[in-house]
């Protein structure tokens, strides 16, 4: 058997997290800016979950019934109260630091979980607090994923993978580009390689993924990116000021339309939603893109611009955050590729 590995960019080749930033005088930042540039992993500790159940309790337990949509679960918040975040536990963060960023990935599950802006301060007070676009914090939660999800998922369960790293370290430091590459722990059906792949002087974060077929059947892979955020408001900006805060998409023809968390609610309410996972938008594409925009700065995963795409923005029926999902078309590797 051929146990050639090769990269998966049949499909879904390079998917790429852009931070796009406007930025002006920042003397009209908020307090809550700088709190949450000062804070991360602040929530209880927890496995990190896709879609969050709202009516069980929290459990650091893996939900892989086929009616959940990924992960485990927790329990809703009351009014009011701290949100029970799913935060990495320190010892598994892998901290990376650019030019220009420094990231935070939870090498247990692939997920960037914090990101601070080198060249841009929260106020001109506090100058050596750089701004945070993703962060977990009790106040502001908003995270990036991307899963691979399998055929096997009873067998193989990609999507709530616990990975490992070399070290949890990264600097780039005067190299062009920096690779942090994270192993699949369960290696009985495939071997599997998440990377992310960082560049000198550029806000964009590739990431790619690496899989052999150790089976003796296919396994049939759709790559799964989102945006995962709470409902917090924009931190960057005062009351006073308001600009757009929710999720943008771009269709074929590169049309951006954007769509607020009120948007979106109304829209589940409107179309009498009430299957669980249901969001209240949902587009198929090419190419295009998924984001989310605040007050200067703008947050997406961009897709291989030549593969069909399918766009989902909101709270899904059920579940307690926002969502923005770019899943792409499946790919079958065949077994011994």
Same mark, same amino acid.
């Not at 918040?77 to 949100?83: N, S």
């Not at 945070?132 to 193989?156: C, G, H, M, P, V």
């Not at 923005?324 to 011994?336: L, P, T």
């Given at each position: 058997?051929?146990?050639?590995?090769?990269?998966?960019?049949?499909?879904?080749?390079?998917?790429?997290?852009?931070?796009?930033?406007?930025?002006?005088? $920042? #003397? +009209?930042?908020?307090?809550?800016?700088?709190?949450? *540039?000062?804070?991360?992993?602040?929530?209880?500790? /927890? %496995?990190?979950?896709?879609?969050?159940?709202?009516?069980?309790?929290?459990?650091?337990?893996?939900?892989? $019934? #086929? +009616?959940?949509?990924?992960?485990?679960?927790?329990? *809703?918040?009351?009014?009011?109260?701290?949100?029970? /975040? %799913?935060?990495?536990?320190?010892?598994?963060?892998?901290?990376?630091?650019?030019?220009?960023?420094?990231?935070?990935? +939870?090498?247990?599950?692939?997920?960037i979980i914090y990101t601070a802006?080198?060249?841009?301060?929260?106020?001109?007070?506090?100058?050596?607090?750089?701004?945070?676009?993703?962060?977990?914090?009790?106040?502001?939660?908003?995270?990036?994923?991307?899963?691979?999800?399998?055929?096997?998922?009873?067998?193989?369960?990609?999507?709530?993978a616990l990975f490992e790293a070399?070290?949890?370290?990264?600097?780039?430091?005067?190299?062009?580009?920096?690779?942090?590459r994270l192993t699949y722990k369960?290696?009985?059906?495939?071997?599997?390689?998440?990377?992310?792949?960082?560049?000198?002087?550029?806000?964009?974060?590739?990431?790619?993924?690496?899989?052999?077929?150790?089976?003796?059947?296919?396994?049939?892979?759709?790559?799964?990116?989102?945006?995962?955020?709470?409902?917090?408001?924009?931190?960057?900006?005062?009351?006073?000021?308001?600009?757009?805060?929710?999720?943008?998409?771009?269709?074929?023809?590169?049309?951006?339309?954007?769509?607020?968390?009120?948007?979106?609610?109304?829209?589940?309410?409107?179309?009498?939603?009430?299957?669980?996972?249901?969001?209240?938008?949902?587009?198929?594409?090419?190419?295009?893109?998924?984001?989310?925009?605040?007050?200067?700065?703008?947050?997406?995963?961009?897709?291989?611009?030549?593969?069909?795409?399918?766009?989902?923005?909101?709270?899904?029926?059920?579940?307690?955050?926002?969502?923005?999902?770019?899943?792409?078309?499946?790919?079958?590797?065949?077994?011994?590729?």
């Open positions: 058997m051929d146990y050639r590995r090769i990269a998966l960019f049949a499909a879904f080749a390079v998917t790429s997290l852009y931070l796009v930033i406007q930025w002006k005088s $920042s #003397e +009209d930042i908020d307090e809550q800016a700088l709190i949450n *540039a000062q804070q991360t992993n602040q929530a209880p500790a /927890n %496995v990190n979950s896709n879609f969050e159940d709202s009516n069980v309790s929290s459990t650091n337990s893996v939900d892989t $019934s #086929e +009616d959940d949509l990924g992960g485990s679960t927790t329990r *809703a918040p009351e009014p009011a109260t701290i949100i029970d /975040n %799913v935060v990495a536990n320190e010892e598994s963060i892998i901290n990376v630091h650019t030019d220009l960023l420094n990231v935070k990935i +939870d090498s247990a599950t692939g997920d802006l080198n060249d841009y301060s929260v106020s001109l007070e506090h100058s050596d607090t750089p701004v945070t676009i993703l962060n977990n914090t009790n106040n502001y939660y908003f995270i990036a994923q991307s899963y691979l999800r399998s055929n096997k998922a009873s067998e193989f369960k990609i999507d709530s070399e070290k949890l370290e990264y600097s780039l430091y005067d190299n062009e580009t920096l690779e942090v369960d290696q009985s059906l495939a071997n599997l390689a998440k990377i992310y792949t960082f560049y000198k002087n550029k806000y964009v974060i590739d990431v790619s993924y690496e899989v052999t077929n150790l089976s003796d059947e296919a396994l049939l892979l759709t790559l799964d990116n989102r945006l995962k955020r709470d409902s917090s408001p924009d931190p960057a900006q005062k009351k006073t000021s308001p600009s757009f805060v929710g999720f943008a998409v771009a269709n074929d023809d590169g049309i951006w339309n954007k769509h607020s968390f009120a948007d979106l609610e109304d829209d589940k309410e409107d179309q009498l939603l009430n299957t669980k996972g249901e969001f209240p938008f949902n587009q198929d594409v090419k190419g295009g893109y998924i984001a989310f925009s605040q007050k200067y700065f703008v947050v997406a995963w961009v897709p291989n611009q030549d593969e069909a795409q399918r766009q989902s923005l909101g709270v899904p029926v059920g579940y307690k955050y926002n969502f923005a999902i770019n899943k792409g078309d499946e790919v079958s590797v065949a077994s011994g590729e």
